[in-house]
């Protein structure tokens, strides 16, 4: 895998020298994300795989036509080892009239039943399970069916769901208001109808990603019909049971997720990978690494146990080179997908082992002083990844989206007030590295801690527009961290059987496995521990 990633360097010189950082690297915490280390470097054997974990679909859009090329996208992207995410509500709902074929559309939730039966089949013909993400706007007129979906036996057994929540639903919610699905009108619907668009009870103007066939507003918002109305806390009490009985769908803050993308000013994210890590815009790829916290406690179980900050700076250094190196060979196999993570050169590195970590420094999950210990250790992860992020620009040049101009919009403006209060106008031109940099809601989070930092980026630009998502690990936690907490989370369990998909066989096999905080505890302290004895 390091000698993979540092071939990506151009010097002969570089490449060893690069070789050998990632290797210590490797050695010192980092992990890169499951199809890095299956497929970097196995190139020879294994030409058509990515070494992207995840990606997001092309928007779907509602012609019979593009949801089919979609399903080929889709199953080119599975069979390279991505998983995908997709938004379906974007399909007009059940019932609705399709003028073209003289009937009566069957609805979105009949077309993921296609995703669905495409994604088992690749992966069964490939021996390791697809993975797809089906998001779904709580406005759409089918939203109910789509929350039901998954208590039919068998029914999209190859898909995570979630809701794309809104703010306007959320203060319906808080009011016990009327919540009023619906769906875009075209101007022909309009005007053969005679719908009157000022009238709230048949028409409301929502955000929706497409545009074209649809009438919208100066705000960029587009006219849809009403279905019907209902009480806001009927959907969300169902939402709710659901979630409770089923654990599912998820729960997707989609205007906030918007509100803080780096990209906010050119990205309209309405997915996101199967795990729900990364919101990612159409054809964005999820290219994921992970630092082990436990590889940098010292002394632990004792009272001299403490945290090496010095060395896991350095770590963050070098692996963000290295996934940023992984763009290079990114083995996608759509032109879109490659054209943009070459564009934005996004990734996502996160960290494992906080529960593990915690125990060892003799800290208690959620007390005061480890929240303290979290908040350290994300914001340090953050600044020396964008510091790198000014360096590596400095070195091989910026993203290339931010050095590209934008023409400033009222839509824009109405999103960042401050940037009237900054002199600028609609139909002025700016860099991206400046919107990225300087009105990033996030980028401004990190400007509170590293201010100088934040302006040579708006000056100079980044080497990638994103760098940090906290993943959930499971499966590089348990074969490469010795099964370290996943993520952020606190061990699920110090003893504890997990069944275990073996290739080339039909039954999962059962493992039993302890916490790495108790394997630990047992090398270092006590090797008769055990979680419910009594023995120190």
Same mark, same amino acid.
């Given at each position: 895998v390091a000698r993979a990633l540092a071939e990506v360097e151009t010097a002969p010189e570089a490449r060893e020298h690069w070789h050998e950082r990632f290797l210590w690297a490797l050695r010192h915490g980092a992990i890169p994300a499951g199809r890095i280390t299956s497929?970097? @470097? $196995?190139?020879?054997?294994?030409?058509?795989?990515? =070494?992207?974990?995840?990606?997001?679909?092309?928007? &779907?859009? *509602?012609? #019979?036509?593009?949801?089919?090329?979609?399903?080929?996208?889709?199953?080119?992207?599975?069979?390279?080892?991505?998983?995908?995410?997709?938004?379906?509500?974007?399909?007009?709902?059940? @019932? $609705?009239?399709?003028?073209?074929?003289?009937?009566? =559309?069957?609805?979105?939730?009949?077309?993921?039943? &296609?995703? *669905?039966? #495409?994604?088992?089949?690749?992966?069964?013909?490939?021996?390791r399970r697809g993975a797809q993400m089906a998001t779904f706007s709580v406005g759409h007129p089918d939203v109910m069916e789509f929350v039901r979906a998954k208590r039919e036996n068998g029914r999209l057994r190859q898909f995570n769901c979630s809701l794309l929540i809104t703010a306007e639903f959320m203060e319906?919610?808080?009011?016990?208001?009327?919540?009023?699905?619906?769906?875009?009108?075209?101007?022909?619907?309009?005007?053969?109808?005679?719908?009157?668009?000022?009238?709230?009870?048949r028409a409301v103007w929502r955000e929706w990603p497409v545009h074209e066939g649809y009438i919208t507003d100066a705000q960029g918002l587009v006219a849809c019909r009403v279905y019907r109305t209902i009480r806001a806390r009927r959907l969300w009490d169902l939402i709710?049971?659901?979630?409770?009985?089923?654990?599912?769908?998820?729960?997707?803050?989609?205007?906030?997720?918007?509100?803080?993308?780096?990209?906010?000013?050119?990205?309209?994210?309405?997915?996101?990978?199967?795990?729900?890590?990364?919101p990612l815009p159409p054809y964005g790829s999820?290219?994921?690494?992970?630092?082990?916290?436990?590889?940098?406690?010292?002394?632990?179980?004792t009272g001299k146990a403490r945290f090496d900050w010095d060395e896991y700076r350095e770590v963050v250094s070098v692996f963000t080179r290295m996934l940023d190196n992984v763009v290079e060979i990114n083995g996608l196999p759509l032109g879109r997908q490659r054209e943009e993570i070459f564009r934005k050169r996004r990734h996502g590195m996160g960290y494992l082992g906080l529960g593990s970590t915690l125990t060892m420094l003799r800290m208690r999950y959620g007390a005061p002083d480890s929240i303290g210990f979290t908040d350290r250790v994300t914001r340090e992860m953050a600044v020396t990844g964008w510091e790198s992020a000014l360096e590596l620009s400095r070195e091989k040049g910026p993203a290339p989206i931010l050095e590209e101009s934008f023409t400033v919009t009222d839509e824009m403006l109405a999103k960042r007030p401050e940037m009237r209060a900054d002199g600028v106008r609609a139909g002025d031109r700016l860099p991206g590295r400046v919107l990225h940099a300087r009105y990033s809601r996030y980028m401004q989070r990190l400007a509170e801690a590293a201010p100088e930092l934040v302006e040579a980026l708006a000056g100079e630009g980044a080497r990638f527009t994103h760098h940090t998502s906290i993943a959930p690990t499971g499966t590089i936690s348990l074969s490469l961290a010795n099964n370290a907490s996943n993520g952020i989370e606190p061990s699920f369990a110090h003893r504890y059987s997990r069944n275990v998909i073996r290739q080339g066989r039909k039954t999962k096999e059962k493992v039993d496995v302890c916490s790495f905080e108790l394997l630990a505890y047992r090398a270092l302290v006590n090797p008769a521990a055990a979680p419910d004895a009594d023995s120190p």
């Open positions: 497929n970097a @470097g $196995a190139l020879a054997y294994k030409p058509a795989t990515s =070494t992207i974990n995840c990606t997001v679909s092309g928007t &779907i859009r *509602d012609s #019979m036509n593009d949801i089919l090329e979609k399903v080929h996208e889709a199953g080119l992207t599975l069979k390279a080892g991505c998983g995908i995410g997709y938004e379906f509500s974007t399909l007009r709902p059940r @019932g $609705a009239y399709v003028s073209g074929a003289g009937a009566y =559309t069957s609805g979105p939730l009949s077309f993921m039943d &296609i995703y *669905d039966k #495409m994604c088992f089949t690749i992966s069964s013909a490939g021996g319906a919610v808080k009011h016990d208001a009327p919540w009023r699905p619906a769906f875009p009108l075209s101007r022909e619907e309009v005007e053969s109808e005679g719908i009157d668009l000022r009238d709230e009870e709710m049971a659901s979630t409770y009985d089923y654990a599912e769908p998820g729960f997707i803050l989609i205007d906030k997720v918007n509100e803080m993308n780096n990209n906010w000013w050119c990205e309209d994210v309405r997915a996101t990978n199967p795990c729900g890590e990364q999820c290219l994921l690494g992970s630092v082990n916290l436990t590889k940098f406690v010292r002394d632990p179980f």
